[in-house]
């Protein structure tokens, strides 16, 4: 049965059915290469201000301005994925990120630099949701833990490993050479795509609802514009106060919540609400924004400490990272399967106590921590939050109705992407302010201060996740066991 308002395209005849399994893997590694560049700045950044004579507060623009493009245009996903053929926006996400990274790698300075990166930003924005969307409309209930697990290793491990990649090819080649490896990866992927993407979802004539678009983007934009000022704020060095991109960001949120309820299941609907009527949903999406907001800390914190407190270089500090986000790469699709046989709740709250314990264990970081023991503490880390974001995404997105799905893997990704700027101004602050009064109070030396404030900032995450056990409790499986069928191709 099609849904009111669906327009299939009628399918060639004498054609068989279209395995989805060659094109979810190609989506997935298209996702992966694509978000491994949400975090391949951050240990080139020293680099760059040498070569392009910038501050510290502008080049960090070139991961900010990549955060802000996300925020911008994953609501709009869910417009997209209802309204285009899986076919095109496959093409256009890797079309737009494959010339954002030509126009990085042969950018002659920061200006340039920082428009590629907002048209890679655009593509990956498309890429994520178009990947959730299909997994859910191809792929049976009873096997959604697997695919799923598949892509947390995406989600989580490709933010994990960026660091590594980038101080591995920063230690032999110059900065361009970050974005000239990627282009021919990414026309790979593309010509893979000619031959092996088929448009196996079905589409809807949807209207695009202007003023919903544009509320989105002063919300989530000045959100998150705000959240990634504190850090600087916080050693002033922020362009503008952070209230006013925060204060803009919350009344455009609640003019955008009140038009979506407005409109409410309407096709001009941007973000469809009623997905948060499913407690399922609700539930497992606070416990993700948790724990990326989590993870995207850590991410921060572990290379300043490192690197300004145990004083090693940007290849040891992003080779000690690596285990930590392979294990959770080699874990995901196990946790799939298990999910798939046990459901969500057995594997998350263990997952919450186990990252809790991790968290606890970073509380104790000083100037004199064995180096061992700070890699240890990360792997297990990873382990908990492996346990955690394989059956939440799975529980979260599988408990909607197929109507909603466009909608509930916009917000999945677009809280995401909040939770990454949270974590990251969060902990910064955190670390920032318990530095700050270490040294006035203490007279501490500047090593012995950040060593101070890494550890009021773990600290506080630990306390928290205390909380998180508590509510990983309430995790239930989804309800839905609809098993849908290969659609032909169009």
């Known amino acids: 049965m099609v849904a009111t308002g669906t327009v299939p395209t009628a399918a060639p005849p004498a054609k068989a059915a279209v395995r989805p399994g060659a094109v979810i893997a190609l989506l997935v590694v298209a996702a992966f290469v694509v978000i491994l560049n949400e975090t391949i700045m951050g240990v080139a950044l ?30 709009v996903t869910g417009f997209l994925i209802q309204r285009f053929p899986l076919r095109a926006l496959f093409f ?27 048209v890679q930003a655009s593509g990956t924005a498309i890429m994520i949701p178009l990947l959730f969307t299909t997994v859910l409309n191809v792929v049976p209930a009873h096997r959604r833990g697997r695919m799923m697990g598949l892509i947390s290793i995406v989600i989580s491990v490709a933010p994990a490993v960026g660091p590594t990649v980038s101080g591995l090819i920063l230690s032999v080649f110059p900065w361009r050479a970050m974005f ?43 959100i998150i514009f705000g959240l990634s000022s504190i850090g600087e704020a916080a050693d002033g060095h922020a ?6 991109p925060l204060v803009v960001g919350a009344v455009a949120l609640a003019a955008f919540v009140v038009r ?63 285990p930590g986000g392979l294990l959770m790469g080699l874990m995901a699709p196990l946790v799939g399967n298990l999910f798939d046989r046990f459901g969500a709740r057995p594997l998350v709250l263990p997952g919450a106590v186990v990252a809790s314990a991790a968290l606890w264990g970073f509380a104790t ?74 040294a006035a109070n203490e007279g501490a030396s500047t090593v012995d201060a950040t060593a101070s404030g890494i550890h009021s900032a773990f600290f506080v995450a630990a306390c928290l996740s205390v909380a998180v056990i508590v509510l990983a409790a309430f995790v239930r499986s989804p309800k839905q066991v609809d098993a849908p069928e290969a659609m032909p191709a169009h």
């Open 46 to 75: 020293p680099e760059l201000m040498r070569e392009l004579d910038i501050t510290a507060a502008t080049a960090q623009w070139l991961t900010t301005a990549f955060l802000l493009t996300m925020a911008v245009v994953i609501p």
């Open 239 to 244: 362009i503008v106060p952070v209230w006013i």
């Open 92 to 118: 256009a996400a890797m079309g737009l990120f494959t010339l954002g990274t030509v126009i990085a790698a042969v950018a002659p300075g920061f200006g340039v630099l920082l428009l590629g990166r907002i």
């Open 180 to 222: 000239i490896v990627m282009v021919p990866i990414a026309l790979v992927a593309i010509a893979l795509g000619a031959r092996w993407v088929k448009n196996l979802t079905e589409t809807r004539r949807v209207t695009l609802d202007v003023p919903s678009v544009v509320l989105s983007a002063l919300a989530f934009g000045g």
């Open 260 to 322: 979506q309820l407005r409109l409410g299941s309407t096709d001009r609907v941007l973000l469809n609400l009623a997905v948060f009527r499913h407690s399922a949903f609700t539930v497992a999406v606070i416990l993700v924004v948790v724990a990326m907001t989590t993870l995207f800390g850590v991410l921060i914190l572990l290379p300043l400490y490192l690197q300004n407190v145990l004083g090693l270089g940007t290849l040891p500090t992003g080779l000690m990272l690596l």
């Open 365 to 438: 970081l000083s100037v004199s921590t064995p180096i061992g023991f700070v890699i240890a503490v990360h792997c297990v880390l990873s382990l908990g939050l492996a346990f955690m974001l394989t059956p939440l995404m799975t529980s979260a997105l599988g408990s909607l109705p197929r109507a909603l799905y466009p909608h509930g893997s916009a917000i999945v990704s677009t809280v995401q992407q909040l939770a990454g700027a949270a974590g990251t101004a969060v902990f910064v602050t955190l670390m920032t302010v318990g530095a700050a009064t270490a």
